[in-house]
């Protein structure tokens, strides 16, 4: 028997969820299908417990820093047993949560893999056919795994949860978010970190502000080097990386390959129905979510977009709301998404770095940088500057992009988004009231 609903969801992560919320909080009959847990990647394997390390790693520096101003203590050790315990707890109690609203709203959660028969039909793992005139598929993506010899001798991200304490000698492998993130937390709470890139630092980042953050990670310890790895041999403990110069890696206890991601299309069927895939595997969508099939979405990670939770949320309401909200325009704008790298020091940015800047205005482009070191760092006598950068245009000095590194930019930058669509200018930023002493009235300043 085949079971009729208004919308079909594939995938319950941050995308999926919220499209199947809303939609059934206008009506909609919804079937939710995941054979994952409740939530995706961010909560379960991603920002959320990624988070809570970085905390802990902040807990770390904080008891340095606290030796450094004349508190009599001696810095202590992460207990991982009673912070896994602590991380793992609220993570639950977030399924939960998700759990309940669903039942309030009436989704029909079925926890299956499932796969396309038709354009509006699934069949999932157990043989039930689900049938409507809508289906999104937000089923995310998942670590890229390489084959090269000794690939499995590593880690990959989802791994990194299951860890009970920090490896001695750590290995990683990659140059983006989770790498960056992954070898400041683990620098901070002990291990001995070699990060292997081949290009540079966060290349989605404005090239200067990623420089600084190098620098700063280097000052920490933390061996940065380029290399282009083709194989792992040896055992944990005594692991060797290959390169393909020639050059030999190593010894490290432990690897983290922290490689990209990949959508997770494979086993969908969406060749049979005629969904179109870009070469990496990403559904196709067009400014409205829509797939080369009529009746057919995709939202978040399994789509080639920026690949952040809020991204995947704020798409998957407005999704909701012009399928089943009445509001026939309500697409979700992908220009000025604020990001921030939880590394030490984070780093932030919304807007155009600078070299995008210029490709696309020229010499109209102005730059203005704030080089400082905190307050609080200051005091102690840490030489650690943060820095701060404006890109702007025209003769209003309109900015273009915000980027901030230094304590604090994940939590400052969002107001300043917020004024960035609204058509900031630096004008504006110079006329303001600062609020002193902070590290934000900083970008109120630049010269």
């Known amino acids: 028997m085949t079971k009729q609903f208004d919308l079909i969801v594939l995938g319950a992560g941050s995308a999926g969820l919220t499209v199947a919320q809303r939609a059934a909080r206008h009506g909609a009959r919804v079937a939710l299908i995941d054979p994952g847990l409740m939530g995706g990647t961010c909560v379960n394997l991603g920002c959320v417990p990624k988070k809570a390390m970085w905390f802990a790693a902040q807990l770390a520096q904080a008891q340095v820093l606290a030796v ?97 304490a920090a490896p001695r000698r750590i290995a990683i492998v990659g140059g983006g978010y989770i790498a960056t993130e992954f070898a400041c937390l683990l620098r901070s709470l002990g291990a001995e970190v070699e990060l292997l890139i081949r290009e540079r630092l966060l290349d989605t980042f404005d090239a200067e502000m990623a420089q600084a953050l190098c620098e700063r990670m280097q000052a920490q310890g933390i061996r940065v080097a380029r290399a282009d790895v083709r194989g792992v041999r040896g055992a944990p403990g005594a692991l060797l990386l290959d ?33 179109a895939l870009d070469p990496g595997g990403h559904v196709r969508v067009d400014a409205w979510q829509n797939t080369t099939v009529p009746g057919i979405a995709a939202l978040g990670d399994v789509t080639a977009r920026k690949a952040l939770t809020p991204v995947a949320v704020a798409a998957g309401y407005a999704l909701a709301e012009r399928l089943f909200g009445g509001k026939a325009d309500a697409r979700f704008d992908y220009e000025l998404v604020p990001s921030v790298v939880f590394a030490e020091p984070p780093l932030g940015m919304v807007g155009l770095g600078e070299a995008e800047a210029r490709e696309r205005h020229g010499d ?58 609204k058509g900031l200018t630096r004008h504006e930023l110079r006329a303001a009231v600062a609020i002193h002493p902070t590290s934000a009235e900083e970008l109120l300043l630049p010269r």
Not at 127 to 148: D, F
Not at 249 to 260: E, N
Not at 265 to 271: A, C
Not at 388 to 403: N, P, T
Request: charged share 25%; glycine share 12%; hydrophobic share 40%.
């Open 68 to 164: 450094d101003y004349g508190f009599d203590l001696a810095p202590g050790r992460l207990d991982w047993q009673r912070f896994r315990q602590l991380r793992d707890r609220y993570i639950e109690g977030i399924r939960q949560r998700y759990d309940r609203r669903l039942r309030e709203v009436g989704v029909q959660v079925i926890g299956e893999a499932a796969r396309f028969v038709a354009a509006d039909t699934v069949e999932t793992a157990q043989g039930t056919c689900c049938r409507a005139p809508q289906v999104v598929i937000a089923t995310g993506a998942s670590p890229r795994r390489l084959e090269l010899p000794g690939f499995g001798l590593g880690m990959v991200s989802d791994d990194m949860f299951s860890l009970d």
């Open 243 to 275: 390169d393909a110069t020639g050059a030999v890696h190593g010894r490290y206890d432990a690897l983290l390959w922290a490689v990209g991601r990949v959508p997770n299309t494979r086993s969908l069927g969406l060749e049979e129905i005629g969904v």
């Open 364 to 421: 109209a482009v102005r730059v203005y940088t704030r080089r400082f070191t905190p307050l609080q760092l200051a005091v102690a006598g840490h030489a650690a500057p943060s820095l701060m950068k404006l890109v702007c245009h025209g003769d209003d000095d309109r900015v273009l992009g915000i980027h901030v590194l230094g304590p604090g930019a994940d939590e400052m930058l969002q107001g300043f988004a917020v004024a960035l669509r």
